[in-house]
């Protein structure tokens, strides 16, 4: 068994018989009191968010988890079919797993699978930022590049992005897909 010690941001750690992941955490030592451990932690299953305070040297259940590269094929119903670069097997994986940059998931783009013990998939990662053509947008007008301003635009996979006045429709761009924000054009 692990001790409090070994806490480090990422990890997945079973709190009351849920799979969880450590989003941030902080070792306290409150005057004359016993030091502890603030943990802050993300449930893998349902989203929801959870704080726990651990004594200091508690032991604490990790759970081994396993990351492969796969490449997105297609969608099928609510599952995103996967594909292993290195053998070409083929899973399912939930659609929910990537949350909210589902919208910018394109044919062929690589994800970060993660899987539990009993080999299901508990997370999916996009890679930090992506390139992206945009489909639709407002023409800019020349001079319109002074100001920090923002326009709408719709990029190849359906989503809407807000991007400078001077890209115009058929550029590419690089995106964020965390935050969904435009990070520069790309030739």
């Known amino acids: 068994m692990a001790t409090t010690a070994d806490l480090s941001r990422g990890a997945f750690i079973k709190f009351n018989g849920e799979?969880?992941?450590?989003?941030?955490?902080?070792?306290?030592?409150?005057?004359?009191?016993?030091?502890?451990?603030?943990?802050?932690?993300?449930?893998?299953?349902?989203?929801?968010?959870?704080?726990?305070?651990?004594?200091?040297?508690?032991?604490?259940?990790?759970?081994?988890?396993?990351?492969?590269?796969?490449?997105?094929?297609?969608?099928?119903?609510?599952?995103?079919?996967?594909?292993?670069?290195?053998?070409?097997?083929?899973?399912?994986?939930?659609?929910?797993?990537?949350?909210?940059?589902?919208?910018?998931?394109?044919?062929?783009?690589?994800?970060?699978?993660?899987?539990?013990?009993?080999?299901?998939?508990?997370?999916?990662?996009?890679?930090?930022s992506i390139v992206v053509e945009i489909t639709y947008s407002e023409p800019g007008i020349k001079g319109d590049t002074a100001t920090n301003t923002l326009k709408p635009a719709t990029i190849d996979t359906g989503a809407e992005v807000r991007v400078p006045l001077f890209v115009n429709t058929g550029e590419k761009i690089r995106i964020d897909t965390v935050t969904g924000e435009y990070i520069e054009r790309v030739k």
């Open 19 to 128: 799979l969880m992941q450590v989003l941030e955490y902080e070792h306290r030592t409150p005057g004359n009191l016993r030091a502890f451990y603030q943990v802050k932690m993300r449930n893998v299953r349902s989203g929801k968010l959870a704080e726990n305070r651990f004594r200091a040297g508690e032991a604490i259940e990790f759970v081994r988890v396993e990351t492969r590269d796969y490449q997105y094929l297609y969608l099928d119903g609510d599952s995103m079919v996967c594909m292993d670069n290195s053998t070409y097997e083929q899973v399912y994986v939930d659609k929910i797993l990537v949350g909210e940059a589902f919208k910018f998931i394109k044919e062929g783009i690589n994800l970060l699978i993660a899987f539990d013990e009993d080999n299901n998939a508990i997370s999916a990662t996009l890679p930090p």
